[in-house]
């Protein structure tokens, strides 16, 4: 089992930044592999950023690339994204997820404002 506690989100400008960061409780961290999604209103839960198990491959949705940067600890068992250049369509809850062979695992989500 893993617990997962998404913080960091909050309102911020256009062209702004924000760092999530999500804990994770529990063993064995360092097998799953670690996803940031994201739900805006009314639209469908999106893939924002994902990393391996041992944090040596990242992915990235076509819309973040080059401004968000996901990364991991596995001795802090913490998974981070780093936002930059915020874009008003970067507005939604954003959602840690964790994979691995024990199930799948989701956190409440923090919310990200982007606006003036």
């Known amino acids: 089992q893993v617990q997962l506690a998404e913080s960091g989100g909050g309102l911020v400008p256009p062209g702004g930044s924000l760092r999530l960061s999500c804990p994770a409780s529990?063993?064995?961290?360092?097998?799953?592999?670690m996803t940031w999604y994201r739900q805006a209103p009314g639209k469908e839960r999106e893939l924002v950023a994902r990393i391996s198990s041992a944090g040596g491959s990242t992915n990235y949705a076509d819309s973040v690339k080059g401004r968000f940067t996901i990364s991991r600890n596995n001795v802090k068992n913490t998974v981070t994204l780093q936002m930059n250049s915020l874009k008003p369509e970067d507005t939604a809850v954003y959602y840690c997820?964790?994979?691995?062979?024990?199930?799948?695992?989701w956190g409440r989500g923090t919310k990200v404002t982007v606006s003036s």
């Open positions: 529990g063993s064995t961290f360092s097998s799953y592999v």
């Open positions: 997820n964790a994979v691995g062979l024990s199930g799948n695992f």
